[in-house]
């Protein structure tokens, strides 16, 4: 199945390597953010069915964006991205039902984390 992504990162080059990943695995990218906010807000507006998602961004930690998402639609599908710290993210990801791929992944890794993002959600209400 194909998904609409949503790609928020600060990175350029790592931003483009997520959407070659994701294209080459069949996905559409509809939007892309290089900060929380900008992700908070494209997210509302272009109603991806998932988002991949940096934990460091310039204006708020990954995982408060996540937090303020779930607050609004406790659907949302994420997968988390980080180059650092990937223990305690690790961690708060699972705790949150978002997949997790570690900098440097490959297309595999990341197509085992959107895989658990779109199974974790919880079920439609």
Same mark, same amino acid.
């Given at each position: ?27 559409? %990218?509809?939007?892309? =953010?290089?900060?929380?906010?900008? /992700?908070?807000? *494209? ?5 991806? $069915? &998932? ?25 949302v ?11 305690? %993210?690790?961690?708060? =990801?699972?705790?949150?039902?978002? /997949?997790?791929? *570690?900098?440097p992944?490959?297309?595999? $890794? &990341? ?15």
């Amino acid at each position: 199945m194909a998904y609409k992504v949503l790609i928020v990162d600060d990175s350029p080059v790592t931003r483009i390597m997520i959407r070659e990943m994701l294209e080459t695995l069949g996905h559409q %990218v509809v939007g892309e =953010a290089d900060s929380g906010r900008g /992700g908070i807000d *494209a997210f509302r507006s272009l109603k991806p $069915d &998932l988002l991949t998602l940096d934990v460091s961004l310039p204006d708020m930690d990954g995982l408060q964006v996540l937090r303020e998402l779930r607050l609004k639609n406790p659907l949302v599908r994420v997968v988390m991205v980080t180059g650092n710290d990937q223990k305690k %993210v690790l961690e708060q =990801a699972k705790a949150m039902k978002a /997949g997790f791929v *570690a900098k440097p992944f490959s297309v595999q $890794d &990341l197509a085992n984390a959107l895989a658990l993002a779109m199974g974790a959600a919880p079920p439609h209400p």
